[in-house]
DNA sequence: AAAACGTGGCG
DNA sequence: TCGCCAAGTTT
């Protein structure tokens, strides 16, 4: 059996019935591709859930609040995801008469839709021939082309190998059963080359070499740390947040204001200074509340948390987009990064001063 | 075109 | 504890 066959014949054997497996809505599709960029499967499921039934059609993401979006979009990170999928909305409905179009040439023209999303859209929603390469489907491809890097030739390799071996009846089929191939056996560490269904075709499983294919990425450099001040701004019951400007960090979810501390200063006098900075009013810190430690991609953070009273000034948004004034109940109202999340139950264990 | 962009799980 | 990695795209 050719290399398509037994990718696909081992792909109906072995799929698992995920959510946006049980229909051919082009936009479901895409909200799951969108939704499993840089995210694992088992993570995307339950937002994937919840998503479909508050936002069953591209009207209803193009008609929602952002607050609302990315509520529902709360934990799964990488939030400009959604800024650039409610702007694909947009386009489709001012471009395309609110239909989704079904090419790759005309998919890859909407935000937030590259290489990969416009052929895993067309070929899984629109049985279009075309393959995708994401980082199972590059791995797998190392190994069976034995290729050591990802480098332009090897991606052209590839690119090859899948024009020729992609499977013309069922392409979207094959791209995900290529990509779960790669996910569940043919792993980054400890393949699972004895069950394998395409190790007849694998050179690097053939010379057994597989461990050397793909080479090992050069170290990494060590992710940089910063120490932030943060406030937990009372007036009267009420807890003052702010919300983080769009395209940045975070951009677009709410947050409890503060900043970077600065070399020797405390982090008392750094929350003072960053909230008068940043919102022109004057606070009096007070007690500690919590110290939470926190990995993003590219560096890492340790929060420190204090009680705040609001003494003077009227705010000034200088370096958010908007702010309120909240009660603690009222956190599960909005979208919050995780490092914040991690403060919430701290809040009310203790008094103020 | 290298860096930015979240979070969780695993060895 | 720490590095790696996950259905990548944008600037």
């Known amino acids: 059996m050719n290399f398509s066959n037994t990718v696909l014949t081992w792909y109906n054997n072995n799929k698992e019935d995920f959510p946006w497996r049980m ?25 994937y859930k919840k998503w479909i039934i508050k936002f069953p059609t591209i009207f209803d993401v193009a008609n929602a ?53 416009s052929s895993a859209i067309s070929s899984i929603a629109f049985n279009q ?3 995708v390469i994401d980082g199972n489907v590059k791995r797998v ?23 020729a071996n992609i499977h013309k009846g069922s392409p979207g089929n094959f791209n995900q059963g290529i990509m779960d191939l790669g996910r569940d056996v043919c792993k980054p560490k400890n393949p699972l080359c004895s069950i394998c269904p395409v190790a007849s075709f694998c050179m690097a499983y053939i010379k057994n ?5 793909p080479a090992a990425k050069k170290q990494t450099k060590r992710l940089p740390h910063y ?10 019951d009420k807890i003052l947040i702010t919300k983080r400007k769009k395209n940045a960090l975070l951009g677009g979810l709410w947050e409890f204001p503060g900043g970077k501390i600065l070399k020797n200063e405390s982090i008392k006098k750094c929350i ?49 987009d908007n702010y309120k004034w909240i009660s603690p109940n009222q956190f599960d109202q909005f979208a ?10 701290h809040i009310l264990n203790q008094e103020v001063i």
Not at 209 to 213: D, W
Not at 227 to 236: E, F, M, Q, Y
């Open 336 to 345: 919050f990064p995780k490092a914040n999340h991690h403060i919430f139950p």
């Open 209 to 213: 070499q597989i461990e050397k294919y």
């Open 272 to 320: 003072k200074r960053e909230v008068f900075e940043e919102l022109s009013i004057d606070v009096d810190v007070l007690k500690f509340i919590t110290k939470v430690k926190h990995s993003y991609s590219h560096f890492k953070i340790t929060l420190h948390a204090h009680h705040c009273l609001y003494n003077t000034g009227k705010i000034i948004c200088k370096a958010s």
């Open 23 to 47: 229909t051919k809505d082009p936009y479901k599709i895409w909200v799951s591709e969108i939704m499993l960029q840089q995210t694992q499967v088992q993570t995307v499921i339950p937002y």
């Open 129 to 131: 021939v075309n393959y």
């Open 65 to 117: 609040s952002d607050d609302i979006l990315f509520k529902y979009w709360e934990g799964l990170g990488y939030y400009n995801r959604v800024n650039n999928f409610r702007i694909a909305c947009n386009q489709i409905i001012k471009d395309h008469n609110g239909k989704i179009p079904k090419t790759v040439d005309q998919l890859i023209t909407l935000k937030g839709i590259g290489e990969y999303t």
């Open 141 to 163: 491809m190392a190994r069976v082309l034995r290729l050591k890097n990802f480098s332009k030739e090897s991606l052209n390799k590839m690119k090859d190998f899948l024009s």
């Open 227 to 236: 120490t932030i001040g943060v406030g937990i701004i009372w007036n009267k």
